[in-house]
């Protein structure tokens, strides 16, 4: 049941970090309610490390304050604080075995052995590896270590955990897994997860919350799905799920839809993304994602042209084969390559060097007025 004043375990308010002229972190705000698996999504180099190692107490913020449990935390040291971090490498102590790294923690905090045997026993059957408390480090597998190095926070019921790019050192086998390990720890322990990626699935898949963040700001949050099919910038739909681009200018428009010449000079109507309005004379950009788009041999694309207010022609230039999820790319007579997504079967498949024509709806291609660089 939603309260009416619910408790927040992290709240930013116009949180900055200046590095000399450099500005990592321009003023961001946000608060995450108490059990949620929130996710910090963005490119290199974009701030979202700099913005981690402020809630934990590594750097002090230039300006605006961090709170938890509604209580602020500027000027208190990173081991005064609530929160604790995992990091990509994990840093297990490999002279320990398993119970010694989660108990660890505990000791130094001079608790007695009962409760740390009983604190440890716990936690490990939290993270069901019951029967590991007497192995080395270097007996677990990959998996194992992610979830005893979560643990070795967990046994002191921390606030609010913070990962940072926690899964980057795993193979991709590995890391497919551990998304979903790692949300259902986040449901085991009903703490507060706060995880940085640059990978957009990782934080798609697990969070209920995301923030799009791009040269220290914060360009939106929302659910996966809000930030997915209802993007607010032509950066979150550039950078979260896979889209073809194009850029033009408008013809005609009535502010939400219109008619696009692009670049290449081929005309393409539109539905104004989230929060837009769309003038003519414009310069826009255009975004269509693989999946909104409908692949048919030409010969047979005039009984479908009705499906879609969109036609492009091409040749199929290659086929990229992932079972149901198959995706093939279109060279359009102006150069430019198309993506969209097929399903094959094995029987009258498409294949590379057919002619094709590329069908979607106006409502599919969420267009943005384009941001001119200063």
Same mark, same amino acid.
């Given at each position: 049941m939603k309260q009416d004043n619910p408790t927040y375990d992290l709240e930013c308010l116009d949180i900055?970090?200046? =590095?000399?002229?450099?500005?990592?972190?321009?003023? $961001?705000?946000?608060?995450?309610?108490?059990?949620?698996?929130?996710?910090? *999504?963005?490119?290199?180099?974009?701030?979202?490390?700099?913005? !981690? +190692?402020m809630i934990a107490g590594f750097e002090e913020p230039s300006g605006g304050d961090i709170k938890i449990k509604g209580k602020s935390v500027l000027g208190v040291p990173p081991n005064r604080r609530n929160v604790k971090m995992v990091f990509q490498h994990l840093a297990l102590f490999p002279m320990m075995n398993v119970y010694e790294n989660?108990?660890?923690g505990l000791r130094c905090a001079g608790f007695g052995k009962d409760h740390i045997r009983r604190k440890v026993h716990d936690v490990l059957e939290r993270i069901a590896l019951p029967d590991v408390a007497e192995r080395e480090i270097h007996q677990l597998s990959g998996g194992q270590k992610q979830r005893i190095a979560i643990a070795r926070c967990m046994v002191l019921d921390?606030?609010?955990?913070l990962l940072d790019e926690p899964l980057g050192a795993l193979d991709l086998k590995l890391r497919e897994a551990m998304k979903i390990e790692l949300k259902l720890l986040q449901h085991q322990f009903n703490t507060t997860f706060i995880y940085i990626t640059h990978d957009q699935?990782?934080?798609?898949? !697990?969070?209920?919350? %995301?923030?799009? !963040?791009?040269q220290g700001?914060? &360009?939106?949050?929302?659910?996966?799905? &809000?930030?997915?099919?209802?993007?607010?910038?032509?950066?979150?739909?550039? =950078? %979260?799920?896979?889209s073809n681009r194009w850029s033009g200018t408008v013809k005609a428009s009535d502010g939400t839809g219109g008619k696009v010449e692009t670049e290449q000079g081929l005309p393409m109507s539109f539905?104004?993304? @989230?929060?837009?309005?769309? +003038?003519?004379?414009?310069? %826009?950009?255009?975004?269509?994602?693989?999946? =909104?788009? +409908?692949?048919?041999?030409?010969?047979?694309?005039?009984?479908? @042209?009705?499906?879609?207010?969109?036609? !492009?022609?091409?040749?199929?230039?290659?086929? *990229?084969?992932?079972?149901a999820n198959s995706? $093939?790319? $279109?060279?359009?007579?102006?150069? &430019?390559?198309?993506?969209?997504?097929?399903?094959?079967?094995?029987?009258?498949d498409l294949k590379p060097g057919e002619d094709v024509s590329l069908v979607w709806s106006s409502k599919q291609a969420m267009c943005f007025a384009r941001q001119e660089s200063a």
């Open positions: 900055a970090k200046n =590095f000399g002229s450099v500005r990592a972190v321009k003023g $961001v705000s946000f608060d995450i309610p108490s059990g949620s698996f929130f996710s910090i *999504l963005g490119p290199s180099g974009c701030g979202k490390t700099t913005l !981690m +190692r989660i108990a660890y921390p606030d609010v955990l699935s990782e934080a798609l898949v !697990m969070s209920d919350n %995301v923030a799009i !963040m791009n700001e914060f &360009e939106q949050i929302g659910t996966p799905q &809000e930030l997915y099919h209802r993007p607010n910038t032509a950066f979150v739909a550039g =950078f %979260v799920g896979d539905s104004a993304g @989230a929060g837009q309005t769309i +003038r003519d004379g414009a310069k %826009v950009d255009i975004f269509v994602r693989p999946e =909104f788009i +409908r692949t048919v041999r030409t010969a047979e694309a005039a009984a479908i @042209a009705a499906d879609g207010d969109n036609r !492009m022609d091409g040749v199929i230039d290659s086929l *990229l084969f992932n079972g995706r $093939v790319l $279109v060279r359009t007579g102006s150069g &430019e390559l198309i993506e969209s997504d097929v399903t094959l079967t094995g029987d009258n």
